[in-house]
Nanobody
Framework: QVQLVESGGGSVQVGGSLRLSCAAS???????MTWFRQAPGKNREGVAG????????YYDDSVKGRFTISQDKVNNILYLQLNSLKPEDTGMYYCAARPVVYGRHWANPDVYDYWGQGTQVTVSS
């Protein structure tokens, strides 16, 4: 069983930065851990994913060059650094985790077993 707790959201202006954290309890050594976001009235979308064993990272095109996903293996924390924020980045950000199963796309929310409660990010112009 894995439990995930997100923190670090907030309200910022366009161009600002935030760092989100996802503290994980339980075994996540060979997991895919991903940040999803959901804006009001929209589907949940994968923003950035990380394979914890290999440190391989993947990004949605909309955030490449602006967001960085990383992990602290010692303390079992997943991070998402958000830079150059835009109004369209606004939404609830969720951390999700699943054991690595090849053939499953990192950005597909339907294949994740564990979810955090979310942290809100609001970007205003």
């Amino acid at each position: 069983q894995v439990q995930l707790v997100e923190s670090g959201g907030g309200s910022v202006q366009v161009g600002g930065s935030l760092r989100l954290s996802c503290a994980a309890s339980g075994y996540t050594e060979n997991y895919c851990m991903t940040w999803f976001r959901q804006a009001p009235g929209k589907n949940r979308e994968g923003v950035a994913g990380l394979y914890t064993k290999t440190d391989s990272a993947y990004y949605d095109d909309s955030v490449k060059g602006r967001f960085t996903i990383s992990q602290d293996k010692v303390n079992n924390i997943l991070y998402l650094q958000l830079n150059s924020l835009k109004p369209e980045d606004t939404g609830m950000y969720y951390c999700a985790a699943r054991p690595v199963v090849y053939g499953r796309h990192w950005a597909n929310p339907d294949v994740y077993d564990y979810w955090g409660q979310g942290t809100q990010v609001t970007v205003s112009s």
